[in-house]
Each structure stands twice: as C-alpha cells, then as structure tokens.
C-alpha cells in the first residue's frame, strides 16, 4: 500500500494505514470527478519533472505530515523529504516537505495533501494553544467525539500532537453514563451497576450536573465523572468533595478566557470540543522550485 518505511512511521504514531488509504482515494476520487486535471494536462508535458516544498504561511504546531507523503506515494511520487517531524512548532515559512517527481503528479497531489496538512495542522496549533493556557496546573485538555466523520484518528492524533489527551475513540472503548441514560436506567446507580455488570473490564464515567449528584455516586467505583456546565466554584466544591476517589472533568462553558480558572479548581481534565469542532485551518501551501 506504502512504502515500508511510511508504514513503519503510520503505525509507529498509533495510526491505521488502511483508513488512511481510504480518507485518500475518497479525496482524490472527489478532486478528479471520474475524469482527469485537464488543466495540468494541458500546460505540462507527461515526461516534466519538478522539485516543490510544502510550506506553512503562518507559524503553528505541524501535523499530517506522514498522511501528506501518503497522498505523495499513492500519486506514485517516492522522493520527498520530510524536513520537520509531527508535533513540531514551525515558524512562518518553515519548509516541511521536500518532494521531487513527475509535475503532474505533484499537482495531483497538491491540494489533497495540503487539505490533510492545514486541517490537521489546525486542531495541533489550536490544542497547544489550550494547553499552553493551563500549563501551570496539572490539568490536561482533553478532545471529545464531536470530529468531522471518518476523521476521527487523524484529528485525535492532531490533538496529541498539541500536546492534548485524547477521550475515548468510540462508543466501545469506555461507557459514558449520561442523563439519558441515568433516566432510562432508574437512577444513577442503577445505570452504573448495568453497565458494570455487562462491561466489567470497561472504565465507567458518569455525568453530573450538580454537587447533589456527584455526592450521589460518590460510593460508586467510578473511574471518572463529567462535571457538566458547572462554574468554577462548584467544580473546586467537587474536587474536595471526592478527595481523589476518583478523577474530575469539567466540560461545558469552558473557554480560553475562563480555562484557568477551570483548571486551578483542581480538576483532572477540561473537555474541549472546540479543538476538533472550531479549529481553523493552518495555511499552508506548496511552492514549486523550478523544473528539472
């Protein structure tokens, strides 16, 4: 599929080559339409060869890199350089890539793989800046599952190359006990008692509204509970009210202006769905050097 090389890296950084495969047929097979770059087949010849750079316009945290040599390779250009490593902040103008092969397969592959690279590269800038903003405590900020479908190992690997954690990846890797459920169940130990019985193994994180409802479930072996929309007193009320039993995220109403008041409550993550669902592109572009 890849090289083995670029397989080794793909897995290496917790990736699937396979979905990575796919996200990258679906885009090419978009961009073309089921016919060809007229435009590129008009003003280049078959046999042209050219040396081109990916470059960011603006500084940020650089992430994609490896889904944007896959886009190179799956165009059936193999000499390219990768000049930064993922995660790495890049000032304005920093070359990324260095690619040399066939010109129209370059520009086939152009805006594919700078849609991967500023999309990614977006949510990595956007999570360091969070990051950055509570780094004096020891709360993490945290993702949630509000990713653009079919994208959501690659935005939640741009989150930990912000430096951010990740929340679970899907709907089976840990139960989330929410309001819906706590009322379908009967209550909020009934639904964790369900839940534990048919996912032993499982971590288990129920949501709470109010301080009445975490003293609720403070006897329950909870792995973690979502403080929902509460301010920053009551999350400080919460903390102390579980002493460590168990750990606390605070999510909803949160915002770069009131992040650090969030955090030196003492909670152990903030639930961040802006970092997936509101960051903005990084500008990124690919200059060409001259032909060869």
């Given at each position: 599929m890849f090289s083995p090389q670029l397989s080794k890296k793909i897995a290496d950084y917790g990736l699937t080559e396979a979905s990575i495969s796919d996200l990258i047929k679906l885009a090419l097979a978009e961009d073309l339409a089921g016919g060809s770059d007229v435009t590129s087949n008009a003003t280049v010849t078959p046999e042209q060869i050219s040396t081109a750079e990916f470059r960011n316009r603006k500084p940020g945290v650089i992430s994609g890199l490896l889904v944007a040599v896959a886009v190179l390779e799956h165009c059936g250009i193999n000499d390219y350089e990768l000049l930064i490593s993922e995660g790495d902040l890049a000032p304005a103008n920093s070359a990324l890539i260095r690619v040399k092969g066939n010109?129209?397969?370059?520009?086939?592959?152009?805006?594919t793989a700078l849609n991967f690279l500023g999309k990614l590269s977006g949510i990595s800038t956007l999570t360091k800046v969070w990051v950055s903003e509570v780094s004096e405590f020891k709360t993490k900020i945290r993702d949630t599952r509000k990713t653009t479908p079919g994208y959501r190992e690659l935005e939640k690997f741009a989150v930990r190359m912000g430096g951010g954690t990740n929340h679970r990846m899907s709907l089976?890797?840990?139960?989330?006990?929410?309001?819906?459920h706590v009322?379908?169940?009967g209550g909020a130990a009934s639904a964790f008692n369900q839940v534990l019985t048919k996912n032993p193994t499982l971590p288990i994180e129920i949501e709470v509204d109010t301080i009445a409802q975490l003293n609720e479930i403070l006897n329950l072996n909870v792995d973690l509970a979502m403080l929902d929309n509460m301010s920053p007193d009551q999350c400080r009320a919460a903390v102390a009210l579980v002493a460590g039993k168990f750990k606390l995220e605070a999510s909803g109403g949160i915002t770069l202006e009131n992040a650090k008041s969030y955090a030196a409550t003492g909670v152990d993550y903030l639930a961040i769905g802006a970092l997936t669902h509101s960051a903005t592109n990084?500008?990124?572009?690919?200059?060409?050097?001259?032909d060869n």
């Amino acid at each position: 599929m890849f090289s083995p090389q670029l397989s080794k890296k793909i897995a290496d950084y917790g990736l699937t080559e396979a979905s990575i495969s796919d996200l990258i047929k679906l885009a090419l097979a978009e961009d073309l339409a089921g016919g060809s770059d007229v435009t590129s087949n008009a003003t280049v010849t078959p046999e042209q060869i050219s040396t081109a750079e990916f470059r960011n316009r603006k500084p940020g945290v650089i992430s994609g890199l490896l889904v944007a040599v896959a886009v190179l390779e799956h165009c059936g250009i193999n000499d390219y350089e990768l000049l930064i490593s993922e995660g790495d902040l890049a000032p304005a103008n920093s070359a990324l890539i260095r690619v040399k092969g066939n010109t129209r397969a370059i520009l086939l592959s152009e805006r594919t793989a700078l849609n991967f690279l500023g999309k990614l590269s977006g949510i990595s800038t956007l999570t360091k800046v969070w990051v950055s903003e509570v780094s004096e405590f020891k709360t993490k900020i945290r993702d949630t599952r509000k990713t653009t479908p079919g994208y959501r190992e690659l935005e939640k690997f741009a989150v930990r190359m912000g430096g951010g954690t990740n929340h679970r990846m899907s709907l089976s890797d840990a139960a989330l006990i929410k309001d819906n459920h706590v009322q379908a169940a009967g209550g909020a130990a009934s639904a964790f008692n369900q839940v534990l019985t048919k996912n032993p193994t499982l971590p288990i994180e129920i949501e709470v509204d109010t301080i009445a409802q975490l003293n609720e479930i403070l006897n329950l072996n909870v792995d973690l509970a979502m403080l929902d929309n509460m301010s920053p007193d009551q999350c400080r009320a919460a903390v102390a009210l579980v002493a460590g039993k168990f750990k606390l995220e605070a999510s909803g109403g949160i915002t770069l202006e009131n992040a650090k008041s969030y955090a030196a409550t003492g909670v152990d993550y903030l639930a961040i769905g802006a970092l997936t669902h509101s960051a903005t592109n990084l500008d990124i572009g690919l200059d060409f050097l001259g032909d060869n």
